[in-house]
């Protein structure tokens, strides 16, 4: 049945403002098919942030809520990360006030990244931290599932602060029980876990953990890459520069397209200070990701990129004085005619990874941060 036989009305007779309601539940209907055709990324989320607003303006409370869950994974898939959080918090103030609209499982999966999002930004204070813990906890007890996946959390938040004895627990319990509906994909949940033990120091243990995902027997849009990148860094760090060339030669099959590829790049520019002209990365590369990074609010990501970047300015230096660089004209290290200083920009690319790694320890109350960039 058509709108105007639904009123009962000429369509000349229809009032302005009803054609214009209805003509934005048409655009939110279109919006949600377009967006969700799309792959993760820039296209994607803008057309799910139009969709939110649209719902806001139709104060519509299932599209309200439905939209920030999908506008969350959004910004996590295929923008910037750090961006979901204050979706995240919109999403719990009005599921506070529609508590029917949608089921625990979802209200769980935001209350999740909401709580992951937060320990990667040093800004969010530790007690803010333990908060938004607490409450993926209880919405995983509300509906009876997730209880692997909030330990697996609940892991990372203790690694976070420094109490490697409550993370040992935490990952036995995680271990112990089953998968179940809201447990992460299969391929970053063993990623996962195996960084957590190369944390721990049980480094054989995580090896043999990865093996199906290295083997790609287990796999993801996320992985191997996130695994073959925190590799990388593990054995550059032990001093491992023939491990982590050959992880390196499967971290090049990943192209480096946009800024959710800053860490993959960090590690191959940091791989190509240990190994030279080993072909794992270029002044080109940097180029590309410097602005990226500058833009990025998630600092986690940005920490990974500047370590690398920082190492290969630094081994370029010990070759030549300077480099040619396309960067924007507000890039803060001075460039003339798009010639900069292999040195400065070492040291800019130093303080960044410093600053940011001085206010996650600071924050979290140990020196991991700062420990990494020792070694490096």
């Not at 919006?31 to 719902?55: C, H, I, M, S």
């Not at 209200?107 to 040093?122: C, G, K, Q, Y």
């Not at 919405?139 to 004895?165: I, K």
Request: some cysteine; proline content about 5%; glycine content about 6%.
């Amino acid at each position: 049945m058509s709108e105007q036989e639904l009123f009962g009305m000429d369509p000349d007779e229809i009032p302005e403002d009803m054609l214009d309601f209805f003509a934005d539940y048409d655009r939110m209907e279109q919006l949600r098919k377009d967006y969700q055709d799309l792959p993760w990324g820039p296209q994607r989320t803008e057309l799910n942030r139009e969709y939110v607003a649209l719902a806001d303006k139709l104060e519509e409370p299932f599209d309200q809520l439905a939209g920030r869950y999908q506008l969350a994974y959004a910004y996590i898939l295929g923008d910037d990360p750090a961006k979901a959080l204050p979706v995240c918090a919109e999403f719990m103030a009005l599921q506070q006030e529609h508590p029917d609209e949608l089921d625990g499982g979802s209200v769980a999966m935001i209350a999740m990244l909401a709580s992951s999002v937060a320990r990667d930004l040093p800004q969010i204070p530790k007690a803010q931290c333990a908060a938004l813990l607490e409450e993926f906890h209880q919405a995983v007890l509300a509906c009876h599932s997730g209880e692997r996946l909030w330990e697996y959390h609940a892991c990372e938040y203790a690694l976070m602060t420094g109490d490697r004895e409550a993370a040992e627990a935490h990952l036995k319990r995680f271990q112990e029980l089953p998968r179940d509906d809201l447990s992460d994909c299969e391929a970053c949940e063993v990623s996962g876990a195996a960084e957590i033990l190369l944390r721990l120091g049980r480094r054989e243990e995580a090896m043999a953990a990865l093996a199906p995902v290295l083997e790609q027997r287990i796999t993801c849009a996320q992985q191997p890459w996130v695994a073959l990148s925190t590799l990388i860094h593990d054995a550059l760090g032990r001093g491992d520069v023939r491990a982590a060339r050959q992880f390196g030669k499967e971290l090049l099959r990943r192209p480096i397209e946009n800024q959710n590829d800053l860490p993959y790049a960090g590690a191959l520019l940091r791989l190509e200070s240990a190994d030279s002209g080993g072909g794992w990365a270029d002044a080109a590369l940097l180029e590309r990701c410097l602005s990226w990074a500058r833009q990025l609010w998630d600092q986690k990501r940005r920490f990974w990129f500047f370590l690398g970047a920082g190492a290969f300015c630094r081994r370029l230096g010990q070759m030549q004085t300077s480099v040619r660089l396309s960067l924007p004209t507000d890039f803060p290290i001075p460039g003339a005619d798009h010639t900069y200083s292999c040195q400065a920009l070492e040291a800019w690319l130093r303080a960044e990874g410093e600053k940011i790694a001085r206010a996650f320890d600071r924050r979290n109350g140990c020196v991991y941060y700062q420990e990494i960039l020792r070694r490096a």
